[in-house]
């Protein structure tokens, strides 16, 4: 599929199919990274997929091989400065070129235990904000610089940046996640125009509440999670696969006319006061923080 007149696919289950698409999945080994991976492979891609370690893409990587699609393992840490270009070169080299990126890998500020730190801004720590910065937006824009040049020569190329709901709406105790996040949707809407006559496009896919292990510190307390669920309309956790299949459109030949756009899966929440307005809310448990 590409992008120029007359080349529609021929029926709509055609629409939704990447058949040998070559992607790079980033964040991959758990979350909605690995559930990209696994819809993309139903959906007909090869797949080259990223994490910090190699070992911690295994099972995901074993469960694309399944699926009869390529799998390649490309480590990366995007703390470092040069982990984007390896990765985007690992990649093109071992498909053979690049028609997608998704860059899903993302982090919150966190404790020595690896456990989510949430604070105001004004009770956290500069190192706090350069980390969360690095990795969620530096590195979306160093892979984007680097896979431009594969991209360019895809007749199908598209780059899908998770972003969040965090990005669209005021989000207190998770300020650089946020800013972060709103960033990655301007970086879209910014390359999506600029890249959009050599057929590239490039959305952002903004989730809510979904169920990860980057969540669990909410998902598993049950007042904070009451809290949380009472401003989404839809009164639910998302699954991983949603955010999947939302990606799978996005990266598909039926957005083949979709670029520069932040698509929010998020059951409402951005819905202005959670489209709730009248409806009493569980008082915050950070009130008193």
Known sequence: MNNTPGTLPATTAEAFRLDG????????????????????????????????SEEALRDTAAEVTRRGRKAVPVP????????????????AAALGGLDVVVHNAGILPS??????????????????????????LNASAALCRHAHPHLAASPRANVVLMSSVAG?????????????KA?????????????AREGIRVNALCPG???????????????????????VPLGRWAEPEEAAWAALYLASPAAAFLTGQALLLDGGLSVPDGGLAGIPKPASPFAEV
């Open 168 to 180: 669209a709406v005021g989000t207190p105790m998770m300020e650089a996640y946020a800013a972060t």
């Open 76 to 91: 990366g840490d995007f703390t470092k400065a040069t982990a984007a270009a390896a990765v985007v070169d690992e990649a």
């Open 111 to 136: 404790g020595p235990d690896g456990a989510p730190r949430l604070a105001p801004l004004q009770h956290t720590r500069q190192e706090d904000w350069d980390s969360v910065v690095t990795v969620n």
């Open 209 to 231: 509440w979904t169920r990860t292990d980057m969540t669990s510190f909410a998902s598993h307390t049950a007042p904070l999670s009451d809290w949380l669920m009472a401003h």
């Open 183 to 195: 960033a990655q949707i301007s970086l879209a809407r910014s390359l999506a125009a600029g890249w």
């Open 21 to 52: 698409a070559r992607a790079l999945v980033t964040g991959a080994s758990r979350g909605i990274g690995r559930a990209v991976a696994l819809a993309f492979a139903d959906a007909g891609a090869d797949l080259a997929l990223s994490a910090r």
